[in-house]
């Protein structure tokens, strides 16, 4: 997926003291950032990002079905295929048939969404039959989808047309390399800068290219500190290594033998563990 826990700038500030960064340590920083964030993914069991996707679930007899963390809302749609011939003909609604619940939380209503309860007493079904791929689940799946204002606006005269990769914006210093935006419903990811034009990847994260005009606002999306700050730790630790050709035996005089701790930093664990998803 198009997009970094952690970017070009938060790098260049914990470890270059801001200053700029040439080509080839800038590729190689953005290809490490994103390996960590995936890794990161990997290790919690559940993603940090916005994600606009469908997803299908098999039925488990049963009035719970737990789901991968879900943004639901207003446009969540949650249907059921009861005869297995593909047509999800069976619109399940919110509160009357089920309710989203993020389980085993002391606020159940929160977000994000980690399971479906029928409505067992008013809804029109009792359990989720088991069947193989009876569930369709249509909404923005993730941890979070916070956004806030980058304070700029789109700049291209009259439009940005849906097929462009030049986004022009007041003033470049507002963005970073590695940032995701949202600008109305659509994902953008800046892989370069220069200047006021932002080099962009368009409709990412699952979300849809547009026509967006002059003036309108763009955000971007952030996440969770935490992430943040273990996605910064354990990329400064594989990018501080290649000084030792990644080496996990430095000879330091004076100290002598050090023995690098390979896998995840001992810290960012500490960051991850209350994230870490717990099967239901």
């Known amino acids: 997926m198009t997009n970094l826990y952690a970017d070009v700038g938060h790098f260049r500030k914990a470890y270059a003291n801001s200053s700029a960064l040439d080509t080839d340590d800038q590729t190689g920083i953005l ?3 994103r390996a960590v964030s995936r890794a990161i993914d990997d290790y919690c069991g559940r993603h940090f990002y916005a994600l606009t996707a469908t997803r299908y679930f098999d039925g488990n007899g049963g009035g719970l079905l737990p789901v991968p963390d879900l943004l639901h809302d207003a446009n969540t749609a949650v249907k059921l295929d009861e005869d297995t011939d593909g047509t999800y003909e069976l619109t399940l609604t919110d509160p009357t048939d ?3 619940i993020r389980y085993g939380a002391d606020d159940q209503d929160g977000d994000p969404t980690t399971a479906l309860r029928l409505n067992r007493r008013a809804g029109s079904r009792s359990a989720f039959l088991g069947l193989p791929r009876l569930v369709e689940i249509a909404g923005i799946w993730g941890y979070t ?3 806030e204002d980058s304070g700029d606006t789109v700049q291209n005269d009259p439009s940005i047309s849906a097929a462009a990769t030049s ?4 003033d470049g210093g507002n963005f970073e390399v590695g940032q995701t935006l949202l600008i109305g419903s659509e994902q953008l990811y800046i892989s370069a800068i220069d200047s006021n034009t932002l080099t962009v990847a ?3 994260n699952g979300t849809t290219a547009a026509i967006h005009l002059k003036d309108v606002a763009i955000s971007r999306f952030v996440y969770v500190p ?3 700050e273990a996605t910064l730790i354990q990329a400064g630790r594989i990018w501080k290594r290649r ?3 990644y080496s996990t035996i430095i000879q330091e005089p004076g100290l002598g033998t050090i023995e690098v701790y390979k896998g995840l930093d ?3 664990r500490m960051f991850l563990a209350p994230f870490r998803r717990i099967a239901v």
């Open 167 to 170: 986004l022009t914006v007041g």
């Open 98 to 100: 089920y309710w989203p």
């Open 243 to 245: 000084d030792t050709s």
């Open 145 to 147: 989808d916070a956004t």
């Open 202 to 204: 368009r409709g990412v």
């Open 226 to 228: 935490e992430i943040v």
């Open 31 to 33: 290809r490490v950032l």
């Open 266 to 268: 001992p810290d960012v």
